[in-house]
């Protein structure tokens, strides 16, 4: 019965909310707005948007999956100094607000930037030669830096609970590196490898900031024009219209997805990674490691430390605490202002909310996904219920946010709707996270438990909790920094006294002029920065009983 | 078992929901930008026994949404915020109830563009353009003087601008090119910035922050911001500053002036209350603070201002006009023509 909590809960703050949205703009006056479905077909406009939506998301995954797949290897088999710390890292984009990243990148890349000034002097050249700005490339570059920590923590961290029995095997009866590769350990991998495209898919296809922000305005997505049709134009009817057409996509995207993932699972065996991660020998495998911690700090810490360092630098090139100093004055007085411990506390209170309530709710979901049974009836159920769980991913934040303004909005004054809302974009990677590990546990493994006498519960409890709680805790990381990087949903939800959160708080000093307010912008990003890796490093010390690091 | 109470959960949500508005509780839904001091509501609600809730709610078009979503069962009392450029559309929703505050005596009639008194003025910005003083200073390059100089190969490459279908100052800047040059001569004068390289950034902080020269690593000396950012520049300053290092470029018909106005929310269950806030928004005391809390100008004639935007705001003499209701029916069209001209 537990299963239907998340269902339940969906319907209420997802499905409900949608429905009223849906119902207002598309019959405005009791009937059906014909006309905004009309110009929908007739402008090619849209067909290119739902196009350009689809490829860049597509290009955008696959290049992720190709910078992080070697990452997510290294992650999966070895020990090496500071590795804990440059994983809780490399999540740390996950969170980081559009504008300023877009300025971190400005500082290395622009016209004006570190690169540039390099390869100017070096090559005496008069303009700069990399001119990325408002390109494609720059939006690639983004969306491989966002979600690079999804294929670490998702297929890394599966990868490094995969038991080597299989590899070892292949090995021994004579297959080379490649062979062992392609048949042993892809096949393997492959519920993960599903999950992780899946996920960065729908983030990409619903991406916004980074398209806006980074790409310029020549480009536009499905999520942009729903945003430009719903909040500058008003129709409302024509951005129901694109949410459905959004949906419908999602929507199908799920059934291949599902799909795929029946076809490639397959049992397998699960060690504790005290088993199976190794440290670094060999010259091979030295070369291996620093390549790929060389090149996360590159592409992800060198845009952060930018940003670190340009909150120490005032507007006359000098070291200054100017900018963490004046975060707890208010200088106007204003009612509104909030101290920064105090919004470090709230973005904290709620990222924990969000993090018990999105893995209990993914998990309690994925638990049932799980025990799909082989029956037709069943099966579909759970390709249907799957199907919608990731939904949340893949509609517009814009479109839900009204919709709770005219479901829900005798609640919007109750601060306990930013978690609730946090939990609903959050829990689909926790069921992307735990899923592939549990649909993964041998059967023989539960069927010996029960024959030896373990009530369900109690197999539960001692063989598929042990097992999965490493990929539990993996989606706890993912609710804690959803929870700490939102900005869309929370900025809807009326925010009365002092509720406000990190992003939230930066996005109010960037809204005004000053060198003071954008170092403040800054500094405090750069405390969002230290407070999400000092919570991830928190939450992978969490163990399971004395199981040790499954 | 200890799960199943996850199961209490959204009837918790129903009861801790229940009784929320008490008694002389007057909630006040406005944008992110709005900002009073403590001090100066704690007085107001001292005096006037009424309790006020403030609900920011993202930026400006965004809260007008929410409430023409939610008409007939508003989540507020009083909204703040909608400005000229969706006056119309406000006013059309029929959002808004009638109410002849004795403080309009004090505002210019130039403000007041409601008839029926549904939408009161309470302060205004003029959007114009900025340019960084330094950049040109070390050229020995004269600032653009007007919106003409822009489109003069001297100043090729040296504009950013908002894109007004995602911008409210970037949709106020077409405005003022459509006021100043009319329906007929704004694309021709926006084709000529595009060959001149204009740049298109999606929202102000992306066009000040990302590419103006006196605040960022860009390249732009001359981007789209309001009059009042050069004494914002004085007073968010890290260091203490003598001169304001940006200026506004406030010759006659460059700018558009964007007036914020306040109204009452039909079926308000508080109308007292709701009135006693407006008269509080339209008065001094609040009037004389706006300056600083929100870096516009005040609408009352009687409000003195503070010193910073005495000596840095520059205030144009006359800003391009463009009738709301000519925004309204042709606000859509515009962005659209303006889109094929300047990014397709």
Same mark, same amino acid.
């Given at each position: 019965?537990?299963?239907?909590?998340?269902?339940?809960?969906?319907?209420?703050?997802?499905?409900?909310?949608?429905?009223?949205?849906?119902?207002?703009?598309?019959?405005?006056?009791?009937?059906?707005?014909?006309?905004?479905?009309?110009?929908?077909?007739?402008?090619?406009?849209?067909?290119?948007?739902?196009?350009?939506?689809?490829?860049?998301?597509?290009?955008?995954?696959?290049?992720?999956?190709?910078?992080?797949?070697?990452?997510?290897?290294?992650?999966?088999?070895?020990?090496?100094?500071?590795?804990?710390?440059?994983?809780?890292? %490399?999540?740390?984009?996950?969170?980081?607000?559009?504008?300023?990243?877009?300025?971190?990148?400005?500082?290395?890349?622009?016209?004006?930037?570190?690169?540039?000034?390099?390869?100017?002097?070096?090559?005496?050249?008069?303009?700069?030669?990399?001119?990325?700005?408002?390109?494609?490339?720059?939006?690639?570059?983004?969306?491989?830096?966002?979600?690079?920590?999804?294929?670490?923590?998702?297929?890394?961290?599966?990868?490094?609970?995969?038991?080597?029995?299989?590899?070892?095997? @292949?090995?021994? #009866?004579?297959?080379?590196?490649?062979?062992?590769?392609?048949?042993?350990?892809?096949? @393997?991998?492959?519920?993960?490898?599903?999950?992780?495209?899946?996920?960065?898919?729908?983030?990409?296809?619903?991406?916004?900031?980074?398209?806006?922000?980074?790409?310029?305005?020549?480009?536009?997505?499905?999520?942009?024009?729903?945003?430009?049709?719903?909040?500058?134009?008003?129709?409302?009817?024509?951005?129901?219209?694109?949410?459905?057409?959004?949906?419908?996509?999602?929507?199908?995207?799920?059934?291949?997805?599902?799909?795929?993932?029946?076809?490639?699972?397959?049992?397998?065996?699960?060690?504790?990674?005290?088993?199976?991660?190794?440290?670094?020998?060999?010259?091979?495998?030295?070369?291996?490691?620093?390549?790929?911690?060389?090149?996360?700090?590159? #592409?992800?810490?060198?845009?952060?430390?930018?940003?670190?360092?340009?909150?120490?630098?005032?507007?006359?090139?000098?070291?200054?605490?100017?900018?963490?100093?004046?975060?707890?004055?208010?200088?106007?007085?204003?009612?509104?202002?909030?101290?920064?411990?105090?919004?470090?506390?709230?973005?904290?209170?709620?990222?924990?909310?969000?993090?018990?309530?999105? %893995?209990?709710?993914?998990?309690?979901?994925?638990?049932?996904?799980?025990?799909?049974?082989?029956?037709?009836?069943?099966?579909?159920?759970?390709?249907?219920?799957?199907?919608?769980?990731? #939904?949340?991913?893949?509609?517009?934040?814009?479109?839900?946010?009204?919709?709770?303004?005219?479901?829900?909005?005798?609640?919007?004054?109750?601060?306990?709707?930013?978690?609730? @809302?946090?939990?609903?974009?959050?829990?689909?990677?926790?069921?992307?996270?735990?899923?592939?590990?549990?649909?993964?546990?041998?059967?023989?493994?539960?069927?010996?438990?029960?024959?030896?006498?373990?009530?369900?519960?109690?197999?539960?409890?001692?063989?598929?909790?042990?097992?999965?709680?490493?990929?539990?805790?993996?989606?706890?990381?993912?609710?804690?920094?959803?929870?700490?990087?939102?900005?869309?949903?929370?900025?809807?939800?009326?925010?009365?006294?002092?509720?406000?959160?990190?992003?939230?708080?930066?996005?109010?000093?960037?809204?005004?002029?000053?060198?003071?307010?954008?170092?403040?912008?800054?500094?405090?990003?750069?405390? #969002?920065?230290?407070?999400?890796?000092?919570?991830?490093?928190?939450?992978?010390?969490?163990?399971?009983?004395?199981?040790?690091?499954? | 078992?200890?799960?199943?109470? !996850?199961?209490?959960?959204?009837?918790?949500?129903?009861?801790?929901?229940?009784?929320?508005?008490?008694?002389?509780?007057?909630?006040?839904?406005?944008?992110?930008?709005?900002?009073?001091?403590?001090?100066?509501?704690?007085?107001?609600?001292?005096?006037?026994?009424?309790?006020?809730?403030?609900?920011?709610?993202?930026?400006?078009?965004?809260?007008?949404?929410?409430?023409?979503?939610?008409?007939?069962?508003?989540?507020?009392?009083?909204?703040?915020?909608?400005?000229?450029?969706?006056?119309?559309?406000?006013?059309?929703?029929?959002?808004? /109830?009638?109410?002849?505050?004795?403080?309009?005596?004090?505002?210019?009639?130039?403000?007041?563009?409601?008839?029926?008194?549904?939408?009161?003025?309470?302060?205004?910005?003029?959007?114009?353009?900025?340019?960084?003083?330094?950049?040109?200073?070390?050229?020995?390059?004269?600032?653009?003087?007007?919106? =003409?100089?822009?489109?003069?190969?001297?100043?090729?490459?040296?504009?950013?601008?908002?894109?007004?279908?995602?911008?409210?100052?970037?949709?106020?800047?077409?405005?003022?090119?459509?006021?100043?040059?009319?329906?007929?001569?704004?694309?021709?004068? !926006?084709?000529?910035?595009?060959?001149?390289?204009?740049?298109?950034?999606?929202?102000?902080? =992306?066009?000040? !922050?990302?590419?103006?020269?006196?605040?960022?690593?860009?390249?732009?000396?001359?981007?789209?911001?309001?009059?009042?950012?050069?004494?914002?520049?004085?007073?968010?300053?890290?260091?203490?500053?003598?001169?304001?290092?940006?200026?506004?470029?406030?010759?006659?018909?460059?700018?558009?002036?964007?007036?914020?106005?306040?109204?009452?929310?039909?079926?308000?269950?508080?109308?007292?209350?709701?009135?006693?806030?407006?008269?509080?928004?339209?008065? !001094?005391?609040?009037?004389?603070?706006?300056?600083?809390?929100?870096?516009?100008?005040?609408?009352?004639?009687?409000?003195?201002?503070? /010193?910073?935007?005495?000596?840095?705001?520059?205030?144009?003499?006359?800003?391009?006009?463009?009738?709301?209701?000519?925004?309204?029916?042709?606000?859509? =069209?515009?962005?659209?023509?303006?889109?094929?001209?300047?990014?397709?």
């Amino acid at each position: 019965m537990l299963f239907w909590v998340p269902i339940v809960f969906l319907a209420l703050f997802f499905i409900y909310p949608l429905l009223a949205i849906f119902w207002v703009s598309l019959l405005p006056d009791g009937q059906f707005a014909l006309e905004a479905l009309r110009e929908l077909l007739a402008r090619p406009h849209y067909m290119r948007t739902v196009w350009f939506t689809i490829w860049q998301a597509a290009l955008s995954t696959f290049l992720t999956l190709l910078v992080g797949l070697p990452g997510a290897y290294v992650f999966g088999h070895y020990h090496f100094r500071g590795r804990q710390i440059l994983k809780a890292l %490399t999540t740390v984009p996950f969170v980081m607000p559009t504008v300023v990243v877009a300025a971190a990148f400005r500082a290395l890349l622009g016209p004006s930037g570190r690169l540039n000034q390099l390869l100017q002097s070096l090559l005496a050249w008069e303009s700069p030669p990399i001119q990325l700005e408002h390109s494609l490339w720059l939006i690639l570059l983004a969306h491989v830096f966002y979600n690079y920590t999804v294929v670490i923590r998702i297929v890394g961290g599966f990868w490094a609970n995969l038991s080597r029995h299989s590899e070892e095997a @292949a090995a021994v #009866l004579g297959a080379d590196r490649r062979r062992v590769m392609w048949h042993v350990t892809l096949p @393997a991998l492959g519920p993960a490898l599903l999950a992780a495209t899946l996920l960065i898919f729908l983030f990409t296809f619903t991406s916004f900031g980074v398209i806006l922000i980074l790409g310029g305005p020549r480009f536009s997505t499905l999520e942009t024009e729903i945003y430009r049709q719903a909040v500058v134009f008003l129709k409302f009817p024509v951005a129901a219209a694109l949410s459905i057409l959004q949906i419908v996509f999602t929507y199908g995207i799920m059934l291949a997805y599902t799909h795929f993932q029946r076809r490639i699972t397959a049992p397998l065996r699960f060690q504790s990674q005290q088993m199976t991660l190794r440290p670094v020998v060999t010259r091979r495998e030295r070369i291996l490691v620093t390549a790929n911690v060389v090149l996360m700090v590159i #592409l992800l810490l060198a845009p952060l430390l930018a940003l670190v360092e340009r909150s120490f630098v005032g507007a006359d090139g000098r070291f200054t605490l100017a900018y963490y100093l004046e975060l707890p004055v208010n200088r106007r007085g204003s009612v509104l202002h909030v101290a920064p411990l105090q919004v470090v506390v709230n973005s904290l209170r709620y990222a924990a909310v969000t993090v018990l309530l999105a %893995t209990a709710l993914g998990a309690l979901s994925a638990w049932h996904l799980a025990s799909e049974g082989s029956q037709g009836k069943r099966r579909r159920w759970a390709g249907w219920l799957d199907s919608l769980l990731m #939904l949340p991913l893949g509609v517009s934040a814009v479109t839900l946010g009204f919709g709770y303004v005219v479901a829900l909005g005798w609640l919007r004054t109750w601060e306990g709707l930013i978690p609730l @809302a946090h939990s609903l974009i959050a829990f689909p990677f926790v069921v992307r996270s735990v899923l592939p590990v549990l649909r993964g546990i041998g059967p023989h493994l539960r069927e010996a438990a029960a024959v030896l006498g373990a009530s369900p519960g109690r197999v539960r409890r001692e063989v598929d909790l042990p097992i999965a709680a490493r990929a539990l805790v993996v989606g706890a990381m993912f609710a804690f920094t959803v929870s700490m990087g939102e900005f869309g949903a929370t900025s809807f939800i009326a925010r009365p006294g002092a509720t406000i959160t990190l992003p939230i708080a930066i996005n109010r000093f960037l809204g005004q002029p000053g060198t003071l307010s954008f170092g403040q912008a800054v500094a405090l990003s750069t405390i #969002l920065m230290l407070v999400c890796a000092g919570g991830l490093l928190a939450i992978e010390r969490f163990r399971y009983g004395d199981i040790g690091e499954f | 078992m200890t799960m199943k109470r !996850w199961i209490w959960i959204p009837v918790l949500v129903l009861l801790v929901s229940c009784g929320q508005s008490g008694q002389n509780t007057v909630r006040l839904m406005t944008h992110d930008s709005f900002s009073v001091s403590a001090e100066l509501l704690q007085s107001f609600e001292e005096e006037e026994g009424i309790r006020v809730v403030l609900l920011p709610s993202g930026d400006a078009g965004a809260v007008l949404n929410q409430a023409i979503l939610s008409k007939g069962n508003p989540l507020a009392d009083v909204f703040f915020g909608v400005d000229n450029a969706f006056l119309s559309r406000a006013l059309a929703a029929e959002l808004f /109830e009638p109410y002849h505050s004795p403080r309009l005596t004090e505002i210019p009639d130039g403000l007041q563009l409601d008839p029926e008194y549904r939408l009161l003025p309470v302060d205004y910005g003029d959007v114009c353009l900025n340019y960084d003083k330094a950049w040109f200073a070390q050229r020995n390059l004269a600032p653009p003087a007007n919106l =003409e100089d822009l489109i003069r190969p001297e100043y090729a490459g040296l504009l950013v601008v908002e894109n007004p279908a995602t911008s409210s100052p970037g949709l106020a800047f077409l405005l003022a090119t459509i006021g100043h040059l009319g329906t007929g001569g704004y694309l021709d004068y !926006w084709a000529k910035l595009r060959a001149n390289d204009v740049l298109v950034a999606d929202g102000w902080e =992306e066009a000040y !922050w990302g590419h103006f020269t006196a605040a960022s690593d860009g390249t732009r000396p001359v981007v789209v911001s309001y009059a009042s950012s050069p004494p914002a520049e004085v007073f968010y300053s890290e260091t203490p500053l003598e001169e304001a290092p940006t200026a506004a470029i406030v010759a006659d018909g460059s700018c558009f002036r964007q007036i914020e106005f306040v109204g009452i929310l039909k079926g308000t269950k508080q109308r007292a209350a709701a009135r006693a806030l407006v008269d509080f928004m339209l008065g !001094w005391r609040f009037q004389e603070e706006i300056p600083l809390q929100m870096f516009m100008f005040p609408a009352n004639l009687n409000a003195v201002l503070p /010193e910073v935007f005495a000596l840095y705001a520059a205030v144009p003499q006359q800003t391009a006009e463009v009738d709301p209701i000519d925004i309204e029916v042709h606000r859509e =069209e515009w962005i659209e023509a303006w889109t094929e001209v300047v990014l397709r």
